[in-house]
């Protein structure tokens, strides 16, 4: 079960260890600009195997619980699925449900613990194979392996990476399991952090803040939601930047200033850097082209209401 890229690695490495009985995945959801019905990422990756598929609203419906009851499955496991899985679905394997989850758990339980992870400065963070229960990602600990975040991570790279060493991480701790070999841990008492669902709205950014923090957040939103503020009255998506936490100036957050070879923005403690942006029904440009073609723009305050 699974839906966005982050699952893609775990169900290829499941089809090259493993017979795969089933693809459970979310429904074609409207994407793009003309809003066409687009399959997910797992979705395109099981029709290209030809591994059997469901596609249901809800798995609290009985005919989405009687086709998995009619695969039969040893285990079930889940990667990034976005549903929660009822105690029904939960007691249908002999080998229960398994999650792999893109954090160190009991850090970071939640909906997405990859960008909570670069928000909060975390330097390292991991991939965890656990037993689902009835709990928001409570379960006992099968296996763990950290993984560093570095200063360039966006949301999507570090993804990248620990939906890799997770898929592998899998493969590595499933035949024991199913031996009945490998032994689970309860998740420690302490350390409990939980992240929730992202909105489009949480992108906006506070100039107020100091530079670092908005350069997590850059990173923490890309791709999505996106880092934005406004300009002119238009949105302006930040897609790459650099914080100068050292730099001084008297000018009001929000404020774009000229560098010797850029511009950046004051904020409430130093400034950040733009590298690349993109106005509202434009494409993406770096820095210099975009200041070319927006002559007002140093000077200018983003983030502040036209008058």
């Known amino acids: ?21 089933g693809v459970v995945t979310q429904p074609d959801r409207p994407a793009g600009r003309g ?3 687009t399959p997910s990422p797992v979705k395109q990756v099981a029709l290209e195997r030809g591994l059997p598929l469901a596609q249901p609203q809800s798995l609290r419906t009985p005919g989405a619980v ?6 039969e499955p ?7 699925f976005g549903q929660i899985l009822r105690q029904n679905v939960l007691d249908l394997p002999p080998h229960g449900c398994l999650n792999v989850h893109a954090s160190l758990l ?11 992870a670069i928000l909060a400065g975390d330097e390292v963070t991991g991939v965890t194979i656990m037993q689902i ?19 360039d991570d966006t949301r999507a790279i570090l993804e990248g990476r620990l939906a890799r060493l997770g898929a592998a991480l899998l493969v590595e701790t499933l035949p024991a399991y199913l031996a009945g070999d490998r032994l689970s841990r309860p998740q420690p008492e ?7 669902q992202l909105h489009k709205e949480d992108g906006l950014l506070d100039w107020s803040f100091p530079a670092a923090e908005l350069d ?7 791709p999505w939601p996106g880092a934005f503020t406004t300009w002119r009255g238009r949105r302006l998506r930040v897609l790459r930047a650099t914080p100068l936490p050292g730099w001084r100036g008297d000018a009001p957050p929000g404020t774009v200033i000229a560098l010797v070879d850029g511009v950046a923005v004051a904020a409430g403690g130093g400034a950040l850097r733009l590298e690349e942006m993109q106005l509202a029904g434009k494409r993406p440009m770096d820095v210099a082209p975009f200041i070319r073609g927006q002559r007002d723009f140093v000077g200018s305050r983003l983030g502040v209401a036209e008058k």
């Open 216 to 222: 997590r957040r850059v990173r923490a939103f890309t």
């Open 35 to 37: 809003r066409r019905l």
């Open 66 to 71: 009687a086709q998995l009851a009619a695969w």
């Open 133 to 151: 229960d009835a709990g928001l990602d409570t379960g006992p600990i099968l296996a763990q392996q950290e993984e560093p975040i570095w200063p």
């Open 106 to 116: 009991p850090r970071w339980r939640g909906a997405a613990p990859v960008p909570a």
């Open 74 to 80: 040893e285990v079930i496991i889940v990667a990034a």
């Open 1 to 21: 079960m699974g839906t966005p890229d982050f699952a893609v690695p775990v169900l290829t490495a499941l089809t090259g260890a493993h017979q795969v009985v």
């Open 190 to 196: 302490e350390g409990v952090t939980y992240t929730e």
